[in-house]
């Protein structure tokens, strides 16, 4: 069914800008007490009563006031099983554990079934027609984060909840027409639902899960995808996304090759025919934008959080699918301009605190939406007030960077991401241990000689990185390293310091042949700074250095003069490139009316910022 399978089990990650998001992360799950994550459920189950004061209680979202109260308990479940796959934590699996069992305390307080934070009649009046505010959804995200407990980390008190609200969700479907169905489906956002009835159809193989899958199937959607109609323009995003990750997921556990259409006209929809802005991000107030028109949708409410999270797990699953690098390059760009771009940014910056200076290290949660609208500022939430959909895809976000890196399939090893880490794993009967360690290229010496700093001069023009093979016995296995789609110019690959031959695939990877036992592969991926334009503005463009998209610390929107397919020294160069051993990543514009310094999109915390710059020829 699948080209290509993710190697997660065996792989951790190394220090780098993953690891930082990952431990930052961790410290979020754990600053979050389980009473306070449980506190809804415990409601339901009648098992607290009221309470003064309590601890640090969670608001917004969250708030025992909220109808979609409890649903960020199931996504921290998920992140925690995700993340002890690559940490092997045992304190965060503790805590962990012993939520699943307070779930499972309440499940048997509310009558063997129901599981939930929110009242069961909540469905019942979506049935009947009334909408409250996303009750399966709020059910969804509650399971899928016990089923991830299970298959991550083998609770099997996790499966045994999920299985008794199948049963609970079988019984309620039961007699519903498709009419009504499609109602309950089309009027309230139903997250995941779909695949999570596919993941446990996967594991159970009963017919009763597999006709509730049926029965969470959005025949109107699929049949308007199939049939070529545009479904998507002005419409809330985040709601369909996660659809098409149960029509994925139903593809592989079933074999029906009309999922897997669905999910590729609907990705045809929204990316190919769509278009993009240079961030990777296509929506704007949690809506698909018209096809190929995003000008006039540039504003203060551009890429929600949480459809970048969902499309990158789409392309995930297309990926592994085709093997087609260009996925893989959708889910890079939207990992630098959006993951790290939206979620857990850390200042760096220094203060003075009683004549000593001490760092700031202030660290934020997420920004709902990555304004792309000059004069442009990031709001971000609150650690316990705000609990936003998007603190929910915050944390499964970053606890899942070591899972998309390696690959394999029955006969072949794929790099396809550049993020540092180690990974073991066993091809063709053969045990393989790889390490993957970015070269700074700064020959890490300031006050002694070092060939690296006669040679390196200037900031470097391509990304290089090291990745050792270890394998128990010499083997033969092909290895195919993904060239991005931002790689421009020169393509190095050296194994032991010799050239290595490599071919083009056909899929934008290089595939080099190699005995392997204990080698040493060099990789350097030339870039240059690009111009992206908007789709239907094309004298309007962001400028990106590789796959990090920049912005002009300014609050307006100047016009610049030089030429767009050759942007560095005509429009920006280099500023403050260097600091003691480190290369920086500031630009500048270069004999421009006004002096703008540029700086990643995911370096900014709360400056103010304007992505998008109009441009034109030099008079």
């Known amino acids: 069914m699948n080209l290509w399978n993710a190697v997660d089990a065996g792989t951790h990650l190394l220090p780098g800008e993953a690891q930082k998001r990952r431990d930052r992360d961790r410290e979020y799950l754990m600053s979050l007490t389980p009473v306070n994550l449980l506190r809804s459920h415990y409601l339901e189950a009648g098992l607290i009563q009221m309470q003064y004061r309590p601890d640090k209680i969670h608001w917004g979202w969250d708030s025992p006031m909220s109808q979609i109260r409890g649903t960020f308990c199931g996504h921290w479940l998920s992140a925690a099983a995700h993340m002890y796959r690559d ?5 965060l699996l503790a805590r962990a554990n012993y939520i699943v069992s307070e779930i499972a ?23 009947a027609g009334r909408h409250p505010w996303a009750p399966q959804y709020v059910c969804h995200k509650n399971m899928m984060g016990l089923l991830d407990m299970y298959k991550l980390t083998g609770n099997q008190q996790a499966l045994e909840i999920v299985l008794k609200c199948a049963d609970w969700f079988y019984e309620f479907t039961n007699g519903i027409t498709r009419e009504n169905m499609d109602e309950m489906m089309d009027l309230e956002e139903t997250g995941g639902i779909l695949e999570l009835w596919a993941d446990l159809y996967g594991i159970t193989r009963k017919p009763m899960h597999l006709e509730i899958l049926h029965r969470y199937e959005r025949p109107l959607l699929a049949n308007g995808l199939l049939e070529g109609r545009d479904m998507l323009a002005n419409m809330h995003a985040n709601s369909t996304v996660p659809e098409m990750h149960g029509y994925a997921r139903a593809y592989e556990v079933t074999g029906n090759e009309m999922y897997r259409k669905v999910v590729e006209a609907y990705w045809d929809q929204a990316v190919e025919k769509r278009g993009m802005y240079a961030t990777g991000g296509q929506t704007s107030g949690e809506i698909w934008s018209p096809m190929g028109e995003l000008r006039a949708r540039l504003g203060d409410k551009n890429q929600e959080h949480c459809v970048v999270y969902n499309m990158m797990r789409l392309a995930e699953y297309l990926f592994s699918w085709t093997g ?9 760009l939207n990992l630098h301009n959006g993951i790290y771009a939206q979620g857990f940014w850390q200042d760096e910056r220094d203060q003075m605190i009683g004549g000593e200076r001490e760092p700031l290290r202030e660290t934020t949660t997420v920004t709902y939406y990555m304004p792309l609208m000059q004069g442009a500022h990031k709001h971000w939430g609150s650690k316990t007030d705000d609990f936003w959909c998007c603190h929910c895809s915050l944390v499964q976000a970053n606890a899942v960077h070591h899972e998309h890196i390696y690959y394999q399939s029955d006969d072949s090893v794929a790099l396809v991401q550049f993020i540092p880490s180690t990974s073991e794993m066993q091809v ?8 993957l360690t970015a070269n700074s290229q700064t020959g890490g010496e300031m006050m002694r000689d070092h060939a690296v700093n006669r040679t390196v001069v200037r900031r470097p023009h391509d990304i290089a990185y090291t990745l050792k093979i270890c394998a128990d016995q010499p083997c033969g296995i092909p290895l195919l390293i993904r060239i991005p789609e931002w790689c421009e110019g020169n393509i190095s690959i050296s194994v032991n310091g010799e050239p290595a031959s490599w071919e083009a695939d056909g899929h934008g990877f290089a595939k080099v042949m190699h005995d392997w036992h204990e080698d040493t592969v060099s990789i350097r991926l030339g870039r240059r700074l690009r111009c992206y334009p908007l789709p239907d503005d094309p004298d309007m463009v962001a400028f990106v250095d590789g796959p990090v998209c920049l912005a002009g610390l300014v609050s307006e929107e100047h016009i610049l003069y030089g030429d767009k397919e050759h942007p560095e020294d005509s429009l920006l160069c280099a500023s403050d490139e260097r600091q003691w051993q480190q290369w920086k990543t500031g630009w500048k514009t270069y004999h421009q009316p006004f002096g703008i310094e540029f700086k990643p999109l995911n370096e900014i915390g709360y400056e103010t910022y304007t992505v998008y710059f109009p441009v034109e020829p030099r008079g």
Not at 106 to 122: D, L, R, S
Not at 324 to 332: F, N, P, Q, R
Not at 428 to 435: D, I, N, P, T
């Open 324 to 332: 087609d690098s260009k996925y893989a390059d959708y889910w890079e």
């Open 87 to 91: 940490t092997h934590d045992e304190e």
């Open 105 to 127: 305390r309440c499940q048997e307080a509310n009558g063997g079934q129901w599981a939930f934070p929110i009242p069961e009649k909540y469905l019942y009046w979506l049935k």
């Open 428 to 435: 063709q009967g053969r045990k393989l241990r790889m390490e």
